[in-house]
C-alpha cells in the first residue's frame, strides 16, 4: 500500500492544446489510460467516447462565440428554446457573446438544429471542428445563415474581456488527487463538469498502479500516533481483502470493501465565477478540512492567475 499528500494542479498546460487534444487528456484520466495516447489516438478515442455515450467526456472543452445578427427576431427565436449549459451575454445591440463546451454546443445543434442562430453556429462549428460533429451532420446538413456571423474568439481575447464577462465566459480545469470522500463532496457544485479515475475500470492489482492500492494520508491524525496505526491497520487489511477479492471478481466487484480514503483524481472544469462560488463555500471553516487541504492553496494559486476576479476573496479563518 502507498499513502500520499493529497495535491492539486491548475490544468494550464490544456489551454495550449487542441480541444480534441485536451478531451482525450482528460477523458484517458478515467481509466488511467494516459499512456496510451500517441499519434492518431485522439480521433478513435473521441469516436468511441461519442457512440458509447460517455458525454460528460466532451464537456472538457469550453470555446466562445460572438454571434452578430440583423434582426432582433432571430435571437427571440433563440432565447424561446431556452439554451441549456450555455453562458449568454448580449454585448452588443445585436451581438452576443456565447460560451458552452462542446458537449452544449453539438446538443443544440441535435435538439434544435432549425432555429437560425443554431444552424449558423452548427455551420460554423462543424465545418471548423467536424469530428466533433461526425454523428451530427451527416443528418442535418447545417449551412451558414444569411444575417448571422460566428466568430471564434481567442482565449487571449476571453482573457481580455471585462472582469464580468471573463468571470462568465473564462473556464478553467483543475485535477485534484484526492480521497474519495472530498471528490463526493466536490461533484455536488452542478454547474461544473467532472471527470473521476474510474474504481470500476482500474485495477489496482496491476503493474502501471504499482499491484498496490494508494490511499491519501489523513490529516487528521499524527503520523505516529495511535490514531495513526489503526489507520494504517484498517488499509493495510482493507487493501489485503481487495487484492483477495480481484484473484477471482472484477475491479467494479472488488472496489466495494475500498474507503473514503483511497486516492482519486477528478477533473473540475469551471468557469470563474463557479470557482468563485466554490471557494466562498469550501474554504471555510465549515467545510471539511481534507476540502480545505486542497481548496485554501488553491485560491492562492487561483490569484496568482487570476487577480481581478479573485482579489479580496480570503479564506475565513474563524
Ligand atoms: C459546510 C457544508 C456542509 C454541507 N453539508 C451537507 C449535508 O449535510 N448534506 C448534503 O446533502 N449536502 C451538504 N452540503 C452540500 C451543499 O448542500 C451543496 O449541495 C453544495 O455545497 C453545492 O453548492 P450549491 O448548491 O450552493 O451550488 P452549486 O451546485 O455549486 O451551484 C452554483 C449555483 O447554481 C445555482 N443552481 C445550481 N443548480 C440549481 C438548482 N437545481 N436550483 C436552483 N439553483 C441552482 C445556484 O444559484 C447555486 O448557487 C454541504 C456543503 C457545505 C459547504
Excluded at 5 to 20: G, K, N, T, Y
Excluded at 72 to 84: C, H, L, V, Y
Excluded at 226 to 253: C, F, G, V
Excluded at 283 to 298: F, G, K, Q
Aim: overall charge positive.
Amino acid at each position: 500500500m502507498r499513502v500520499i499528500p493529497a495535491s492539486f494542479e491548475i490544468m494550464e498546460s490544456l489551454d495550449r492544446q487542441s480541444m480534441a487534444t485536451r478531451i482525450e487528456l482528460c477523458g484517458r484520466l478515467c481509466y488511467k489510460s494516459e499512456d496510451k495516447i500517441v499519434a492518431g489516438s485522439t480521433e478513435p478515442f473521441i469516436k468511441r467516447i461519442v457512440q458509447h455515450g460517455h458525454n460528460s467526456v466532451m464537456e472538457m472543452a469550453a470555446l466562445t462565440l460572438k454571434v452578430a445578427y440583423d434582426a432582433e427576431s432571430m435571437a427571440t427565436q433563440f432565447f424561446g428554446i431556452q439554451p441549456k449549459f450555455l453562458q449568454i451575454d448580449r454585448t452588443d445591440k445585436k451581438e452576443l457573446l456565447i460560451t458552452g463546451t462542446v458537449r452544449a454546443f453539438r446538443e443544440l445543434a441535435r435538439d434544435h438544429g432549425n432555429v437560425k442562430i443554431i444552424k449558423a453556429i452548427s455551420a460554423f462549428l462543424g465545418k471548423r471542428y467536424p469530428l466533433f460533429y461526425f454523428d451530427l451532420a451527416p443528418k442535418r446538413g447545417w449551412i451558414p445563415q444569411d444575417g448571422v456571423k460566428v466568430e471564434k474568439l481567442s482565449l487571449a481575447e476571453v482573457d481580455g474581456l471585462s472582469a464580468d464577462l471573463r468571470a462568465k465566459h473564462r473556464f478553467v480545469a483543475v485535477r485534484f488527487v484526492t480521497n474519495r470522500a472530498v471528490t463526493h463532496e466536490i461533484v455536488r457544485h452542478r454547474p461544473c463538469s467532472f471527470l473521476q479515475e474510474s474504481q470500476r475500470y482500474c485495477r489496482y492489482s496491476e503493474e502501471k498502479f504499482g499491484n498496490e492500492v494508494t490511499f491519501i494520508k489523513p490529516l487528521f491524525y499524527q503520523e505516529g500516533s495511535e490514531e495513526y496505526r489503526l489507520w494504517e491497520r484498517a488499509m493495510t487489511e482493507t487493501e489485503a481483502i481487495y487484492l483477495k477479492l480481484l484473484e477471482t471478481s472484477s475491479p467494479q466487484a472488488a472496489r466495494t470493501v475500498l474507503p473514503n480514503s483511497c486516492k482519486t483524481e477528478i477533473i473540475v472544469y469551471a468557469n470563474l465565477l463557479e470557482w468563485l462560488h466554490i471557494f466562498r463555500l469550501r474554504t471555510t471553516p465549515a467545510a471539511e478540512p481534507s476540502m480545505r487541504e486542497v481548496t485554501i492553496p488553491l485560491l492562492q494559486a487561483m490569484k496568482q492567475k487570476f487577480a481581478t476576479i479573485f482579489d479580496g476573496v480570503e479564506p475565513e479563518t474563524k
